[in-house]
T-cell receptor
Framework: AQSVAQPEDQVNVAEGNPLTVKCTYS??????LFWYVQYPNRGLQFLLK??????LVKGSYGFEAEFNKSQTSFHLKKPSALVSDSALYFC?????????????FGKGTHLIIQP | SQTIHQWPATLVQPVGSPLSLECTVE??????LYWYRQAAGRGLQLLFY??????ISSEVPQNLSASRPQDRQFILSSKKLLLSDSGFYLC?????????????FGNGTRLTVT
């Protein structure tokens, strides 16, 4: 069975500083990995995905994520945080050999950017 | 471009009353459709998914059911709501048979059962 862990319930970063939101995964094959962001009382918005190829993937709003197969991690990063980046972030994984039953999501990490 | 609509945005229902939440997708054909529930603003629980009209897979046996009467319409129902059914319900779609495609979510329905 596939699973995702987001070890931090909350991450606090000062505006302008780099940010990292951590994600580790467990899947039997090569994973498909995704990051989503959720603002209050809204649905999840897709940020970026890793399927294959370059380990550093770039996504929306200046976010990027680094796939590390040996550490089974897919951490979300941004070089300079904005207050507007404050939101709930979800990492998700899918086993490519699996069926249509969606993604397995982590429990989410609250990102708080302090002015 | 594709869009997904969910309604209503908020709903307050008494215990024992019926429920019907509707989700429709525009701009794509034969999507995979999903219902998720999010409790306490955190983790997502997959409730149902559908790969075609009339084809529903249930992930968690509970007081809810789903139907897909048309290609781009997905309905979440209950005959009698329980207090534990309160939560934030999210509909999502993805491209069929493309497991590297992301899910695209609607804006959700906040259900409060009183």
């Amino acid at each position: 069975a596939q699973s995702v862990a987001q070890p931090e319930d909350q991450v606090n970063v000062a505006e302008g500083n780099p940010l990292t939101v951590k994600c580790t995964y467990s899947v039997s094959g090569n994973p498909y990995l995704f990051w989503y962001v959720q603002y209050p009382n809204r649905g999840l918005q897709f940020l970026l995905k890793y399927i294959t190829g370059d380990n550093l993937v770039k996504g929306s709003y200046g976010f990027e994520a680094e796939f590390n197969k040996s550490q089974t991690s897919f951490h979300l990063k941004k070089p300079s945080a904005l207050v507007s980046d404050s939101a709930l972030y979800f990492c998700a994984v899918r086993d490519p050999r699996g069926g249509a039953d969606g993604l397995t999501f982590g429990k989410g990490t609250h990102l708080i950017i302090q002015p | 471009s594709q869009t997904i609509h969910q309604w209503p945005a908020t709903l307050v229902q008494p215990v024992g009353s019926p429920l019907s939440l509707e989700c429709t997708v525009e701009g794509t054909s034969n999507p995979n459709l999903y219902w998720y529930r999010q409790a306490a603003g955190r983790g997502l629980q997959l409730l149902f998914y559908s790969v075609g009209i009339g084809q529903i897979s249930s992930e968690v046996p509970q007081n809810l059911s789903a139907s897909r009467p048309q290609d781009r319409q997905f309905i979440l129902s209950s005959k009698k709501l329980l207090l534990s059914d309160s939560g934030f319900y999210l509909c999502a779609w993805s491209v069929v048979e493309s497991y590297n495609s992301p899910l695209h979510f609607g804006n959700g329905t906040r259900l409060t059962v009183t």
